[in-house]
């Protein structure tokens, strides 16, 4: 017997509370990188600590971990791309403010929309053409391409990096996301995100290993940082597990989308990261165009 669905109102408060969460992670990311540690130890803490996580919760409710070598195979592809994704987002989180780190970031809905037209899908809706250049002119409008004298080159010079790597992780992601569609889309979200976590952990623990790319927290701080980073993504990604089943028509985009703002509000007090007034009008333009996007019926 399935649980019972929870009501839309509270939906949407668990699900806000899940992006919080998420930015949580990324912002305590900043901290340990502030404090010492490097983004291969981040990413080796965070996957394995979740890959673990993720494991105890499959085994507590006795789903099988047996796969089909294809089916495993192409596991193994899609955390690949995972790892990508997850070492150039941490890369930008550590370079650029978080907050526009994960705005870039967010443009892998479009990217997943032009991946799946230029792979032999549809093509893109009218409103997702739309929602596209609105995103974009949000997204220049966060970032402060024009610099506050119109220097371009030298606003570039200043946040162009840290770009880069954000949007690296984004089209890793729109990658894995079309691939999981196509290949895994039947696939237990659980055992997904376990395989994809340990590929990631064995990815960068080895690499981390043989290259002596680890360093650990300079202080007590970092440490908590690391701590935390690994625990409020994997309180976020399980609690996304367990409540989705039960949301009913909560869109659960939302869980991602709500991020960037969250971490607006927070990154302020904890981080020192304050954004310009139109840089915030921005950001709220590239969410709401993302939203808008993905609240088209299908």
């Known amino acids: 017997m399935s649980p019972a669905p929870i009501p839309r109102w509270v ?3 668990l699900l806000l509370a899940i992006a919080t969460t998420f930015g949580g992670n990324h912002i305590a990311a900043r901290v340990a990188f502030d404090h010492g540690t490097n983004v291969t130890t981040a990413v080796a803490f965070r996957s394995t600590g979740t890959a673990l996580f993720v494991l105890t919760l499959l085994l507590w409710n006795g789903i099988s971990l047996r796969l089909e070598k294809q089916t495993f195979a192409r596991s193994v592809l899609i955390g690949l791309l995972i790892t990508v994704q997850s070492f150039c987002l941490y ?5 650029i403010p978080v907050a526009l780190a994960l705005l870039v970031f967010q443009t892998f809905p479009m990217l997943l929309a032009l991946i799946s037209w230029l792979a032999g899908g549809e093509r893109p809706s009218r409103r997702v053409r739309l929602a596209m250049p609105v ?3 949000g997204l220049a409008l966060a970032l402060d391409v024009w610099g506050k004298s119109g220097d371009m080159a030298g606003r570039w010079a200043e ?3 840290g770009v880069t ?4 992780a984004s089209v890793s992601f729109a990658s894995a996301l079309y691939l999981i569609t196509r290949w895994l889309g039947s696939m237990d979200g659980r055992l997904r995100s376990f395989l994809f976590m340990s590929v990631v952990a064995v990815v960068v623990l080895t690499g981390g290993t043989f290259s002596n790319a680890f360093v650990l927290p300079a202080d007590n ?3 908590i940082a690391l701590a935390l980073l690994t625990a409020l993504y994997g309180i976020a990604i399980t609690s996304t597990f367990v409540l989705l ?3 009913g028509a909560v869109n659960n985009a939302a869980v991602l989308n709500f991020e960037p ?9 904890i981080l020192g990261q304050a954004v310009a007034p139109s840089q915030i009008l921005g950001a709220l333009i590239v969410v709401g165009a993302i939203m808008w996007m993905g609240a088209e019926r299908r």
């Open 91 to 95: 890369s930008a989180v550590a370079l």
């Open 245 to 247: 089943p039960r949301l």
């Open 11 to 13: 939906g949407i408060v």
């Open 165 to 168: 790597w954000a949007f690296g």
């Open 135 to 137: 995103a974009l002119v």
């Open 221 to 223: 701080i970092g440490w």
């Open 261 to 269: 703002i969250a971490v607006l509000a927070i990154a302020w007090p």
């Open 159 to 161: 946040v162009g990096a």
